[in-house]
T-cell receptor, first 111, second 112 residues
């Protein structure tokens, strides 16, 4: 089946640093989404991308939909302790198909 | 504005018992999805409903699993004769049509 590869698997950064993570797929998606999950909770939607090449921001978060439609990137600027968590990318082929998730990038922020 | 809610949040059961989980979607959302998440993995799709109709089921949904959404509002997911491999977080999400999916807090199932 389809698989999404997220990298890095984990990162330790200092508070205030910028963070970059990415997600690649062996097949094309028409929608890319980024979620954040805290321990014991469900994923929370951060950003949704609908068009190849699209760049969208949500506060300190910026995500891009790769022009090949096989990848997406998430950047977090000026990290703060509450950014700690697991970030998941998800791809969707069409609006009526299931989301396919990556395995997540675990972010730790050192104050 | 209430989000997606799930009940219970945690369930511990013995192998062989049946369990049932409930999901209440965001009120105007007509689509409801069930996912399963094991440790270190992303959520995996199980099934989804549009209103009361179950439109798709994953091959992960064995015949011990059944989901319903009788009136197109809340949904239940039942697992019969639970096995240790069923231990996971069961997540529910909802959307309005083909728009973004919003997740609930999940039900953590532990089968002993």
């Amino acid at each position: 089946g389809q698989q999404l590869n997220q990298s890095p698997q984990s990162m330790f950064i200092q508070e205030g640093e910028d963070v970059s993570m990415n997600c690649t797929s062996s097949s094309i998606f028409n929608t890319w989404l980024w979620y954040k999950q805290d321990p014991g909770e469900g994923p929370v939607l951060l950003i949704a991308l609908y068009k190849a090449g699209e760049l969208t921001s949500n506060g300190r978060l910026t995500a891009q939909f790769g022009i090949t439609r096989k990848d997406s990137f998430l950047n977090i600027s000026a990290s703060i302790p509450s950014d700690v968590g697991i970030y998941f990318c998800a791809g969707q082929l069409r609006g009526n198909t299931p989301l396919v998730f990556g395995k997540g990038t675990r972010l730790s922020v050192i104050a | 504005d209430t989000g997606v809610s799930q009940d219970p949040r945690h369930k511990i059961t013995k192998r062989g018992q049946n369990v049932t989980f409930r999901c209440d979607p965001i009120s105007e959302h007509n689509r409801l999805y069930w996912y399963r998440q094991t440790l270190g993995q992303g959520p995996e799709f199980l099934t989804y409903f549009q209103n009361e109709a179950q439109l798709e089921k994953s091959r992960l949904l064995s015949d011990r699993f059944s989901a319903e959404r009788p009136k197109g509002s809340f949904s239940t997911l039942e697992i019969q004769r639970t096995e240790q491999g069923d231990s996971a977080m069961y997540l529910c999400a909802s959307s309005f049509g083909e728009n973004e999916q919003y997740f609930g807090p999940g039900t953590r199932l532990t089968v002993t």
